[in-house]
């Protein structure tokens, strides 16, 4: 019997990448003199936060897991100054950053950290628990990939409300193999959803490297089966990530569904509070603390631009530092939660 030739499946018009929608990772914003300012503010709020934290962990005030956020903080700073008021920021439990990103305060980070009464989640939900909705900060999610789920689901609402408003969902790389993200992609794409997934790839997933854990390393790649578009982002540029920001939040708002932003960052630190780090070498994280730092390049350019001068940078470093002693002061000292508390804002 003869067999019919088999034909070659017909190839897919559009590849769903950034480039086949039209997109690519725009040029970095010129910011303006102001612009870099609250940007250097804003990131090293987040940098002498995350060293006192340790700080703190280390002399025992702290405990269980401490995920500390040093070296991203131009991927949540970039964003935040994309946003509009009622867009919503959701992560995993690397979230201090985010948290004083969307003007959570220090004082309540903190306590919250050290599990005083006067926390975020009144002592009670520590470093990866943390929530606020008047700030539409909706956690610090301890189980990898479980925040992705949640993220899609605060973008249906929005949609169902016809609010304009865009949800930023926050995950590692990592988190980019966990199976139930693909289910939100699913969705959200179906569903045309105002959700803009933002996968951080600093390298490592606890101590392993990208190279050893993904097929496909390109995580702007990762929305193919699903027709979301996605665009790699120089995260340690904030600039850059604002760019990104801007165009990912107009493509959400004009209905267009989701986008990925694959932000190509690095943390310096160990991925929680012991780390013997033998997957990485010194030299590796010595060369992206001195060629590639987010808060050296806009210190640099302010300098450069005469917008600032040392005097003024290190002014500004005082009154950063004054914020955060302030915050750390409160968190040693505010009473624990009373026992009476135990049975509270919990769902039995
Ligand atoms: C479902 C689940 N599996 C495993 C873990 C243990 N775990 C905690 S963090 C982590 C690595 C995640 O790495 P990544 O998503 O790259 O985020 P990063 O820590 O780099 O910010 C793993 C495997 C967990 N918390 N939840
Ligand atoms: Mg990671």
């Given at each position: 019997?003869?067999?019919?030739?088999?034909?070659?499946?017909?190839?897919?018009?559009?590849?769903?990448?950034?480039?086949?929608?039209?997109l690519?990772a725009?040029?970095p914003?010129?910011?303006t003199?102001?612009?870099?300012l609250d940007a250097?503010?804003?990131?090293?709020l987040?940098?002498?936060?995350?060293?006192?934290?340790?700080?703190?962990?280390?002399?025992?005030?702290?405990?269980?897991f401490?995920?500390?956020?040093?070296?991203q903080?131009a991927v949540v700073t970039?964003?935040k100054?994309?946003?509009?008021d009622g867009?919503q920021?959701?992560t995993?439990?690397?979230?201090h950053?985010?948290?004083?990103?969307m003007?959570?305060s220090?004082?309540?980070?903190?306590?919250?950290l050290t599990?005083?009464?006067?926390?975020l989640s009144?002592?009670k939900g520590?470093?990866?628990h943390m929530?606020?909705k008047?700030?539409h900060f909706?956690?610090?999610?301890g189980i990898?990939g479980?925040?992705?789920?949640?993220?899609?689901g605060?973008a249906f609402?929005n949609r169902y409300?016809d609010n304009?408003?865009v949800?930023l969902?926050y995950?590692?790389?990592?988190a980019?193999n966990?199976g139930?993200?693909y289910e939100?992609f699913?969705m959200?794409?179906?569903?045309?959803?105002?959700v803009?997934?933002?996968?951080e790839n600093?390298?490592?997933?606890?101590?392993t490297?990208?190279s050893r854990?993904?097929?496909e390393?390109?995580f702007?790649?990762?929305?193919?089966?699903?027709?979301?578009?996605?665009?790699?982002?120089?995260g340690?540029?904030?600039?850059?990530?604002?760019?990104?920001?801007?165009?990912?939040?107009?493509?959400?708002r004009?209905?267009?569904?989701?986008l990925i932003?694959?932000?190509q960052?690095?943390r310096y630190?160990?991925h929680s509070m012991?780390?013997?780090?033998?997957?990485r070498?010194?030299?590796e994280?010595?060369?992206m603390?001195?060629?590639r730092?987010?808060i050296?390049?806009?210190?640099a350019?302010?300098?450069?631009?005469k917008?600032?001068?040392?005097d003024?940078?290190?002014t500004i470093?005082?009154?950063?530092?004054?914020?955060v002693?302030d915050?750390?002061?409160?968190?040693?000292?505010?009473?624990e939660?009373?026992?009476s508390?135990?049975?509270t804002?919990?769902?039995?």
């Amino acid at each position: 019997m003869a067999t019919a030739a088999r034909k070659a499946p017909a190839k897919s018009k559009s590849r769903p990448d950034g480039k086949s929608a039209g997109l690519s990772a725009p040029k970095p914003v010129d910011f303006t003199k102001d612009e870099e300012l609250d940007a250097y503010r804003r990131m090293l709020l987040i940098r002498r936060f995350e060293e006192k934290a340790g700080q703190l962990y280390g002399m025992g005030f702290i405990g269980g897991f401490c995920h500390l956020y040093i070296g991203q903080e131009a991927v949540v700073t970039g964003m935040k100054m994309a946003l509009v008021d009622g867009d919503q920021m959701i992560t995993a439990y690397r979230d201090h950053g985010h948290m004083l990103a969307m003007e959570l305060s220090p004082r309540g980070v903190m306590a919250e950290l050290t599990g005083r009464r006067g926390g975020l989640s009144r002592g009670k939900g520590g470093s990866m628990h943390m929530f606020s909705k008047e700030k539409h900060f909706y956690g610090g999610h301890g189980i990898v990939g479980a925040q992705v789920s949640l993220g899609t689901g605060l973008a249906f609402a929005n949609r169902y409300r016809d609010n304009n408003n865009v949800t930023l969902t926050y995950f590692g790389d990592g988190a980019a193999n966990q199976g139930q993200v693909y289910e939100s992609f699913n969705m959200a794409s179906l569903w045309k959803l105002p959700v803009i997934y933002i996968i951080e790839n600093n390298r490592y997933a606890m101590g392993t490297s990208v190279s050893r854990s993904s097929a496909e390393t390109d995580f702007s790649h990762r929305g193919a089966s699903f027709k979301i578009p996605g665009i790699q982002v120089d995260g340690m540029d904030v600039r850059a990530v604002k760019a990104a920001g801007d165009l990912a939040t107009e493509w959400c708002r004009a209905g267009k569904g989701p986008l990925i932003l694959e932000m190509q960052t690095y943390r310096y630190r160990g991925h929680s509070m012991s780390d013997p780090a033998k997957y990485r070498s010194k030299e590796e994280v010595q060369k992206m603390r001195s060629e590639r730092d987010p808060i050296e390049q806009v210190k640099a350019r302010l300098l450069e631009k005469k917008w600032a001068d040392e005097d003024e940078l290190k002014t500004i470093d005082k009154e950063v530092r004054d914020i955060v002693a302030d915050a750390a002061e409160f968190a040693q000292n505010d009473a624990e939660p009373d026992p009476s508390e135990l049975w509270t804002d919990i769902v039995l």
